[in-house]
């Protein structure tokens, strides 16, 4: 549970993945040795953030992706959504931009149109994701992004026991 921790934290949502695929890489990179087969990794270039690790003459395919949905920010306080997250008042926004680290509030104007609380003015086009609260019991593991950061993780477990004929 501690690489889906850290998968979870990792600020990159869409158009900006490029914190998640060097993470990744550098991941594939450190642990592959100790994987069953070592695949051939495609990246970079037209695959732009996307990574292709081929086991042998696969048969099969795991596909996961590696953004998060989230906000850009506009002028003054408005946010632009990036995919199609769920704008709830009160929940916690985090980034960064020129001027540091931003943990933000998102609140909601009378139109329901998606703004921001923080101590200063954001710079413009700063992307924003959901602060991720990683919660884990016996029973289950709760945080924003698990559709895509469980796909990746799922993906990596696959990797280290995958074998081929």
Same mark, same amino acid.
């Given at each position: 549970?501690?690489?889906?921790?850290?998968?979870?934290?990792?600020?990159?949502?869409?158009?900006?993945? &490029?914190?998640?695929?060097?993470?990744? %890489?550098?991941?594939? !990179?450190?642990?592959?040795?100790?994987?069953?087969? +070592?695949? /051939? =990794?495609?990246?970079?270039?037209?695959?732009?953030?996307?990574?292709?690790?081929?086991?042998?003459?696969?048969?099969?395919?795991?596909?996961?992706?590696?953004?998060?949905?989230?906000?850009?920010?506009?002028?003054?306080?408005?946010?632009?959504?990036?995919?199609?997250?769920?704008?709830?008042?009160?929940?916690?926004?985090?980034?960064?931009?020129? &001027?540091?680290?931003?943990?933000?509030? %998102?609140?909601?104007? !009378?139109?329901?149109?998606?703004?921001?609380?923080? +101590?200063? /003015? =954001?710079?413009?086009?700063?992307?924003?994701?959901?602060?991720?609260?990683?919660?884990?019991?016996?029973?289950?593991?709760?945080?924003?992004?698990?559709?895509?950061?469980?796909?990746?993780?799922?993906?990596?477990?696959?990797?280290?026991?995958?074998?081929?004929?």
């Amino acid at each position: 549970m501690k690489l889906l921790l850290e998968l979870c934290s990792i600020h990159a949502p869409s158009g900006s993945e &490029k914190p998640m695929t060097d993470f990744l %890489l550098g991941y594939i !990179k450190k642990h592959q040795k100790n994987w069953k087969v +070592k695949p /051939k =990794i495609h990246s970079g270039g037209d695959l732009q953030d996307c990574i292709v690790l081929v086991f042998g003459k696969p048969r099969t395919a795991l596909f996961a992706h590696i953004d998060s949905i989230g906000f850009t920010t506009r002028y003054e306080t408005e946010l632009v959504k990036i995919g199609g997250p769920v704008v709830k008042e009160g929940w916690e926004l985090v980034g960064k931009d020129s &001027k540091g680290s931003i943990e933000c509030t %998102l609140k909601v104007d !009378k139109d329901k149109n998606p703004h921001y609380a923080y +101590k200063r /003015k =954001i710079d413009r086009a700063t992307t924003l994701t959901f602060k991720p609260d990683f919660r884990e019991t016996k029973d289950f593991v709760q945080c924003c992004y698990m559709d895509n950061r469980l796909g990746v993780w799922n993906a990596l477990q696959v990797a280290e026991t995958l074998e081929t004929e």
